[in-house]
């Protein structure tokens, strides 16, 4: 099955920097890839996702790449705010309607 | 304007004392999934249904049971919790076919004393 790996676990950054979280996926029939942001006590809230019939998908100061060929993608937020702190989660999914999640990435943006 | 709404938010049972919570989704999504999550680890899945056909995870232990009676809701029995037990379960929903967006509910979380 899936497996997918996430990090760095945690991130620290000042604001106005950019942060990138990585993840890997192991299946290589897995073809949607969300990411999922949770606040603490909160459910998780999609904020971007990708399919692999596309490299690079971007919305405001938040993007998605996707390499099909290393099976890896990268969410990368520029122009960081303290609110953008959270814990990030990549997942990879496939026709089994199953989607997996990444280990999860706290992510501080410092003021 | 809630649409994928779990009850109780908060439960608090005692060691082997069954347990039940609930689901209802009112986007008419075919497919109900639901995940484990501890303190500060990735949601896990447990089971999820496609329409009424059940899919159990591998790893999932004997002692969680589901069941779908319709479309809108569904249901995550712990019929012997342990303190391992202890945790916020998060029910999801998602429409079409294959991986989609989820839409999570505010999840319950069970306390086992």
């Known amino acids: 099955g899936e497996n997918v790996e996430q990090h760095p676990s945690t991130l620290s950054v000042q604001e106005g920097d950019s942060a990138v979280i990585k993840c890997t996926y192991s299946?290589?029939?897995?073809?949607?890839f969300p990411w999922y942001k949770q606040e603490l006590g909160k459910r998780p809230q999609l904020i971007i996702d990708?399919?692999?019939?596309?490299g690079e998908k971007k919305d405001q100061r938040i993007a998605v790449t996707l390499n099909k060929t290393a099976k890896h993608f990268s969410l990368h937020i520029t122009e960081t705010q303290p609110e953008d702190s959270a814990v990030y989660f990549c997942?990879?999914?496939?026709?089994?309607?199953?989607?997996?999640f990444g280990s999860g990435t706290r992510l501080l943006v410092r003021p | 304007d809630a649409m994928v709404i779990q009850n109780p938010r908060y439960q608090v049972t005692q060691f082997g004392k069954p347990v039940t919570l609930s689901c209802s989704q009112t986007?008419?999504?075919?497919?109900m999934y639901w995940y484990q999550q501890k303190s500060s680890q990735a949601p896990k899945l447990l089971f999820h249904?496609?329409?009424?056909?059940?899919?159990n995870e591998a790893d999932t232990p004997d002692n969680f049971q589901s069941r779908r009676p319709n479309t809108s809701f569904c249901f995550l029995d712990i019929r012997s919790p342990g303190l391992g037990d202890a945790a916020m379960y998060l029910c999801?929903?998602?429409?079409?076919?294959?991986?989609?967006?989820?839409?999570f509910g505010a999840g319950s979380r069970l306390t086992v004393l």
């Open positions: 999801a929903t998602s429409r079409g076919s294959g991986a989609n967006v989820l839409t």
């Open positions: 299946d290589s029939a897995s073809n949607y």
């Open positions: 990708i399919r692999s019939n596309v």
């Open positions: 997942a990879g999914g496939d026709s089994s309607y199953k989607l997996i």
């Open positions: 986007l008419n999504h075919n497919v």
């Open positions: 249904y496609y329409d009424k056909d059940f899919n």
